[in-house]
């Protein structure tokens, strides 16, 4: 997830709050990752948990966060833990100033949950076809996003996705997990 516009203190005051919804990538894949990324100088590697997006930064009404909640949990109810393989490296550029680590297993399983998470409350238009990956390096110089896409090329990493994460935006710009919802078939 990408702090891309935080909520200003007016949207705070009337309640407006910034989530997203993720699968978390478990440690210590997810903290090798994260270390990578800090490596690469990206200021965002700590204030961001790594993960596979499934829904971008979307400003929500706080009062809505209960329906909102309910719609995660009755997703998570009816699916099923499926594998995730890391493989490799890939870029968005020159289309997003993006290096990630690809997935070469679970797109499937992703991109089915994510469909779905985008639906009821959570409806919205997304600025780009849905792509499950694994940011390792954002809006960086190019030499340093080219360093970051060679150095992770041979990287591999497999895990069960177990569930889903609701994640919220502090006033201090990091993501959070505030509830997760497992897979329950």
Request: proline share 10%.
């Amino acid at each position: 997830m990408v702090a891309d516009r935080p909520p200003d203190d007016a949207a705070r005051r009337s309640g407006i709050r910034a989530i997203g919804v993720a699968i978390p990538i478990p440690d210590p894949h997810g903290a090798f990752l994260q270390a990578r990324r800090a490596s690469f100088g990206d200021p965002m590697a700590h204030a961001i948990p790594t993960h596979i997006t499934l829904l971008p930064p979307t400003e929500v009404d706080g009062t809505a966060l209960g329906a909102v909640e309910e719609h995660l949990r009755e997703i998570a109810r009816t699916e099923a833990p499926f594998q995730i393989r890391l493989r490799g490296s890939g870029t968005f550029r020159p289309i997003s100033p993006v290096v990630f680590v690809a997935l070469a297993e679970g797109i499937g399983g992703c991109e089915r949950v994510q469909a779905r998470v985008l639906t009821g409350p959570l409806a919205r238009p997304l600025p780009f076809p849905y792509h499950p990956h694994v940011t390792i390096a954002h809006h960086l110089p190019d030499d340093v996003m080219d360093k970051a896409f060679k150095e992770l090329a041979g990287y591999t990493a497999d895990f069960n996705a177990w569930g889903f994460s609701l994640y919220e935006h502090g006033q201090d710009g990091v993501w959070r997990p505030q509830q997760n919802f497992l897979f329950a078939c």
